[in-house]
């Protein structure tokens, strides 16, 4: 069974400490890693998408890196304004619909 | 602007009664999705659609229902059968392209009176 798992649950850093949020997954034929960032009471926003080991995507303080079995998402110099709970979804091979999502970390920095 | 409208913001169900959320999309996308989202779960998948006129059960079926009459549209029917609605509710189209992303909606939340 496809599964995904993230963690911390939650995270609490001061503005400008880094730190790396984890994505791990268990999936048959990864098609795509996806993070999503999603603000209290709204739909999830795409940030990055990821499709082989070894890849990374940046923007802006976000960094996505990518291994077969995980994908970290690293921030680096927070700010306020990156407070979310960030996403983590993959999709496997085969027909139709099969991406799985992660129940998410949730982000918060402190002035 | 294209992009995914979900409407109402919020919803409130009475006991026995059924309620429709809309999903309207104009990003020219074949696939749309219906999602629920309870508090430390990850996102669940209700029903999907590939193509109009076709949809499929996702995990979490039972007392909903879609419908896919325009490629623009995927209104989901939330039933009396459905014993827990209260949750929020995402849609979601996907770019069938190489990149492969699901977009979402700004979301409904579903309460019941």
């Known amino acids: 069974e496809d599964q995904v798992t993230q963690s911390p649950e939650a995270l609490r850093l001061q503005e400008g400490e880094s730190s790396s949020l984890n994505c791990s997954y268990t999936v048959s034929g990864l098609r795509g890693l996806f993070w999503y960032r999603q603000d209290p009471g709204k739909g999830p926003e795409f940030l990055f998408t990821?499709?082989?080991a070894g890849e990374e995507k940046e923007k802006e303080r976000l960094k996505a890196t990518l291994t077969k079995k995980e994908s970290f998402l690293h921030i680096t110099a927070p700010k306020p304004e990156d407070s979310a709970t960030y996403l983590c979804?993959?999709?496997?091979?085969?027909?139709?619909?099969?991406?799985?999502f992660g129940p998410g970390t949730r982000l918060s920095v402190l002035p | 602007d294209g992009g995914i409208t979900q409407s109402p913001k919020y919803l409130f169900r009475k006991e026995g009664q059924n309620v429709t959320l809309s999903c309207e999309q104009n990003?020219?996308?074949?696939?749309m999705y219906w999602y629920r989202q309870d508090p430390g779960q990850g996102l669940r998948l209700i029903y999907y659609s590939q193509i109009v006129n076709d949809f499929q059960k996702g995990d979490i079926a039972e007392g909903y229902s879609v419908s896919r009459e325009k490629k623009e549209s995927f209104p989901l029917t939330v039933t009396s059968a459905q014993k827990n609605p209260t949750a929020f509710y995402l849609c979601?189209?996907?770019?069938?392209?190489?990149?492969?992303?699901?977009?979402f909606g700004a979301g409904t939340r579903l309460s019941v009176l």
């Open positions: 979804a993959v999709q496997a091979g085969g027909y139709g619909q099969n991406f799985v």
């Open positions: 990821l499709y082989s």
């Open positions: 990003l020219n996308h074949d696939a």
């Open positions: 979601a189209s996907r770019d069938r392209g190489k990149m492969n992303i699901q977009y």
